[in-house]
């Protein structure tokens, strides 16, 4: 008994072959038929389609650009504080706007920040943040000490 162990070559099929035409799969089979205007419909669908994701990314971009605005703002008015205004929401009073206080990167720059704040303050000064503390009224931290009561000094005590 002799084996043969020649190999046999193996036909390759072309996958495109197989595959369907792009237009074939994108169309129900209803629409592959020969009607006429069926091509136009099945493009006016897809523009349809193409515009609502259009629209929903159009969103989508609009609601993160309010977001990251909001941040940017809320980070300024924070500078502000810090550079010694009583409000940071006042810069927005006096004028500014958020990109006025932008780095290249949309970061807040705090320079740009420091340099709008001394302008604001120099033109309205009563917005600056006064120094807080011990002012000369109210509680002090010193224990008092009390006498008995008013018996004592009805007393004489």
Request: proline share 4%; hydrophobic share 30%.
């Amino acid at each position: 008994m002799t084996t043969d162990n020649t190999t046999q070559p193996i036909e390759q099929t072309d996958q495109a072959d197989q595959q369907p035409a792009a237009d074939q799969t994108d169309a129900p089979e209803a629409e592959r038929d020969d009607k006429p205007g069926a091509e136009a419909a099945r493009y006016r669908r897809r523009l349809r389609d193409t515009e609502a994701d259009r629209d929903t990314i159009a969103t989508e971009r609009d609601t993160l650009a309010a977001t990251v605005d909001g941040y940017q703002r809320r980070d300024t008015e924070r500078a502000a504080e810090q550079a010694g205004m009583t409000r940071g929401a006042d810069l927005w009073d006096a004028g500014g706007n958020v990109t006025d206080f932008l780095a290249d990167d949309d970061t807040v720059d705090p320079d740009r920040v420091q340099t709008a704040v001394d302008r604001v303050l120099s033109e309205r000064p009563h917005w600056r943040r006064r120094a807080g503390g011990d002012v000369g009224q109210g509680v002090r931290g010193v224990q008092v000490e009390t006498s008995g009561g008013w018996g004592d000094v009805l007393r004489g005590a």
